[in-house]
């Protein structure tokens, strides 16, 4: 089965577009009613549904971490008001697109069955966790800060009423009165406390609907609804090994919050953070990290630039390429948090400087 997913979507991968397209096109003739659970752009849907597809085709012969993967999905997806009569049509319209785009040379009997099963493990994972969870599907929170960092940088902090159960590292997704049904996967850069208080950095991406809009209007008193955590990339406590942090941009969100717990917790692990950006005025958190570094020796912190970084005590180059230059840190946990291809380009670097692939943790983060 592994085998016959991985080579089929392999073929139809350079189609991608045109297999999403098609999904929303079966999935929204066969089940009409749920039209009315997605935004009037469909653009930003599109592209998370086929990075989900990537991580599911990745995953599938790790079943204990694609299951946990899957639990989350499915508590998330209470928040659509997903039901699950849905899951069925889902994969009416998931099975629908793949044969079309494949066609009949590609898409034979043994291919249709190895992704029958294979869905039918995912929508029994994802309608077992939905049906099981007792918790909110959504958490009311209050916008009590919003700080403009630079034109396309803004600090914001929400408070909700009861706490979000999230762990630091974890993500979660967000919805905005500015941009009503279009979600955003964000991380908070706080560890969990008893004030609830949630930070957010957030920066304009090209095409990003939401981010622009949370940037440039965003407001005290605004309410957004914030969905169910999600993410593996969360300190495990029964390890004891020393940990290597690697942050592009706002990517430095997750790593911040992992920082805080850690000091929160009084660790004795060592922790080397780098962090990356195209130029000195990207590393926007740089002096409170390196004050951070000062008050816990444990920590190290070091800065990266594509510019030239010397004026700046800074490493140059990518941040992936940097911290490869420093060995395999094959004695060390890894995360790796940023854009999609901050993320790939890091963990290439890695592995090909010698990393074991299991000591290093991403999460499939859905920016827009």
């Not at 800060?145 to 914001?156: F, G, K, P, Y």
Request: proline share 7%; aromatic share 8%.
């Amino acid at each position: 089965m592994v085998s016959l997913i991985r080579s089929s979507f392999a073929a139809v991968a350079p189609r991608s577009e045109e297999l999403t397209q098609l999904f929303y096109g079966w999935l929204f003739r066969i089940a009409p009613e749920t039209r009315e659970l997605f935004p009037v752009t469909m653009e930003l849907q599109r592209t998370r549904l086929l990075r989900a597809l990537v991580h599911v085709v990745q995953m599938v012969d790790r079943p204990d971490e694609l299951s946990v993967f899957l639990r989350q999905l499915g508590r998330d997806h209470r928040k659509f008001g997903v039901v699950g009569e849905h899951y069925d049509k889902v994969g009416e319209a998931l099975l629908g697109a793949l044969r079309e785009t494949a066609g009949p040379a590609l898409w034979t009997h043994e291919v249709e069955e190895a992704w029958t099963g294979a869905y039918g493990i995912v929508a029994q994972a994802m309608r077992e966790a939905a049906d099981a969870e007792r918790g909110p599907a959504v958490w009311m929170a209050r916008v009590m800060e919003h700080r403009r960092i630079s034109q396309d940088l803004a600090v914001v902090r929400v408070q909700t009423s009861q706490p979000v159960p999230y762990l630091a590292g974890q993500y979660v997704s967000v919805e905005t009165p500015q941009r009503p049904r279009m979600w955003r996967s964000m991380s908070p850069a706080n560890a969990p406390g008893p004030d609830c208080v949630l930070e957010f950095h957030v920066r304009t991406v090209p095409g990003g609907w939401v981010s622009r809009a949370i940037v440039s209007h965003a407001r005290v008193g605004d309410v957004w609804r914030i969905g169910p955590p999600m993410g593996q990339m969360t300190l495990d406590p029964r390890s004891r090994s020393d940990l290597l942090m690697v942050a592009g941009g706002t990517g430095l969100a997750p790593a911040r919050a992992i920082i805080e717990q850690l000091i929160i917790d009084g660790t004795d692990r060592k922790v080397a953070l780098f962090v990356g950006g195209r130029s000195w005025a990207d590393l926007y958190d740089i002096e409170a990290l390196r004050r951070s570094a000062q008050e816990n020796p444990w920590l190290s912190v070091v800065p990266v630039v594509e510019d030239d970084g010397r004026p700046h005590g800074a490493e140059t180059g990518t941040v992936g390429e940097v911290v490869a230059r420093y060995g395999a840190w094959a004695d060390r946990e890894i995360t790796v948090s940023g854009s999609p291809p901050m993320v790939r380009a890091t963990v290439n670097a890695l592995l090909d400087a010698g990393t074991p692939f299991l000591n290093i943790h991403y999460d499939p983060y859905h920016t827009d």
